[in-house]
């Protein structure tokens, strides 16, 4: 019999046709609070491995664990934004199995009493061919409290995996960072649909965390990852089928693909006559595809048991009811505000948000761009370039702020829209501010009446007959020897005042 390391892969599109895919999805968010979830060790990324830990969090003998009182507040505040109940008691607990980036050998979470539990978001998946959008609502398990593992750096070998490597090194820095785990109740929707329901349902768990201000969420850095539980079941069967787990996705549009990807193995595991193992797969973002990991335990093979070490939580009524107050704007709302305040069309609107690019418009017009220009640049340049390296918007190594700034050089006549593109290039490239890579790369627009005069005088003289034509009230051939100019300057004469300049030694 056929099994999950021997497979031929079905085309999506053919394997909906058969099957319907059933998923599940956990989210695990780093909160950004100063110190760990049980210790006071700091939580800054990017120190030195393993210099930021203590007997506590690396679990030696006799330590005990106090629970962060900020990592709790940020977990209520989370599961209100999620529409959960908050519990009015609840516990931490051991989950026990080995990992060499697990020095207590246990994780300390949260098993059968979480703190938010119930809950709902309702997500807008935009389909851009059908030119239409639909809302899915999304049921929330449970929101628990946890605490992260170390990182395992695995050296030598090309992938930067186990697989391949000549050894590995363990970093604990990591290890004990609050974290929250959100668990989606079983996803079924339209079978086209889900990979995009999926990528929409990250990128708006992402962005109402990020509202609440609990962490960066930077799925770059890892303080947001995503795990696709996926199944597929026969269509019209009530049976749900053998899940995979693929862990660790950390972008929105590697979400989709993966979705994609297990759909199209599993059909092809299943029309083999084989048997779906369960287990734990590795996204490979150079393929699109993943890699067996380990068999995947269930909740028995974890030994849980209530942590000894922690006193139980119980969130009073009223500082749930404060907390509840705090709360951003909520999102559906917010949408229908900016899209008012920007003078959006609904199609501009639902461009914007298929693009996965509200926050990031929000953010330049913040910064003093106008909300067209924000919505040209995020849109139109650097979607195109999105799609080119196959990158999330929010990952193209440029901000809200130096778009705004590039713009703002834009309307200062320093630059135009073309030399802006160069400016781009520049920025993405780590070239400095954009001020500093207009200076460095000499393309601030020549506005000089002496210079401009000058071309304008050789664009005449190299091309008479539009001249002429000009002189005798043809005006629109004066696009000639306005682009001979600018080619001559490289792009970077005003054009304005040369088609001012052009007329009156024309005229």
Not at 27 to 54: D, R, S, W, Y
Not at 242 to 250: A, F, Q
Request: proline share 5%.
């Amino acid at each position: 019999m056929s099994t999950s390391t021997e497979t031929s892969l079905v085309p999506f599109d053919e394997a909906i046709t058969r099957y319907d895919p059933v998923m599940g999805l956990e989210i695990h968010i780093e909160l950004n609070t100063a110190t760990k979830m049980f210790c006071g060790c700091p939580t800054e990324f990017g120190a030195e491995p393993n210099t930021q830990v203590c007997p506590v969090c690396m679990a030696l003998p006799g330590a005990l664990p106090v629970v962060n009182a900020k990592a709790v507040e940020s977990a209520i505040r989370m599961g209100l934004a999620l529409n959960c109940e908050i519990a009015t008691w609840c516990r931490f607990a051991r989950k026990n199995y080995f990992y060499p980036d697990m020095p207590k050998n246990f994780q300390t979470s949260q098993y059968d009493e979480p703190i938010a539990f119930d809950g709902f978001v309702d997500v807008t998946v935009v389909d851009e061919k059908a030119g239409d959008s639909e809302v899915f609502r999304i049921e929330i398990e449970r929101a628990h409290m946890e605490e992260d593992t170390g990182k395992a750096l695995h050296v030598g070998g090309s992938t930067g995996r186990i697989h391949g490597a000549d050894h590995s090194l363990v970093d604990y820095n990591r290890a004990g960072i609050p974290l929250i785990e959100i668990v989606t109740r079983t996803i079924e929707v339209p079978a086209a649909k889900a990979p995009a329901v999926a990528r929409a349902f990250v990128s708006h768990v992402r962005d109402l965390i990020g509202g609440l201000g609990v962490s960066d969420v930077r799925m770059d850095q890892g303080s947001l990852r995503a795990d696709v539980n996926l199944s597929l079941k026969p269509q019209g069967a009530d049976t749900l089928g053998t899940r995979s787990e693929t862990k660790n996705v950390n972008s929105f549009r590697s979400v989709e693909r993966a979705v994609r990807h297990e759909v199209s193995r599993h059909a092809g595991i299943l029309d083999a006559g084989g048997s779906v193992l369960q287990e734990t797969r590795h996204f490979q973002e150079t393929t699109g595809t993943t890699l067996a990991g380990r068999e995947k335990s269930d909740a028995d093979d974890y030994r849980y048991f209530p942590e000894p070490d922690l006193a139980p939580v119980s969130p009073s009524r009223e500082w749930v009811e404060e907390l509840r107050a705090t709360l951003p704007e909520p999102p559906a709302e917010r949408r229908a505000r900016l899209q008012q305040e920007w003078k959006f069309s609904d199609l501009d609107m639902r461009d914007t948000l298929g693009a996965g690019a509200l926050d990031l418009i929000a953010a330049t017009i913040d910064a003093g761009a106008s909300p067209q220009t924000a919505r040209k640049w995020w849109l139109g340049e650097m979607a195109r370039r999105a799609n080119e390296q196959g990158a999330d918007l929010d990952a193209l190594g440029i901000t809200p702020d130096q778009v705004a700034q590039i713009q703002a050089l834009i309307d200062a006549g320093r630059i135009n829209d073309k030399l802006a593109r160069q400016v781009f290039d520049g920025v993405i490239a780590g070239e400095g501010t954009p001020d500093e890579v207009v200076a460095a790369r000499g393309l601030e627009v020549v506005s000089d009446d002496g210079a401009l005069g000058e071309a304008v005088d050789r664009a005449i003289v190299g091309d008479p007959d539009a001249a002429q034509k000009v002189r005798d009230g043809k005006v629109a051939a004066a696009g000639a020897l306005i682009g001979a100019v600018m080619k001559e300057m490289r792009g970077q004469a005003d054009a304005a005042r040369v088609r001012e300049l052009l007329m009156q030694k024309l005229s």
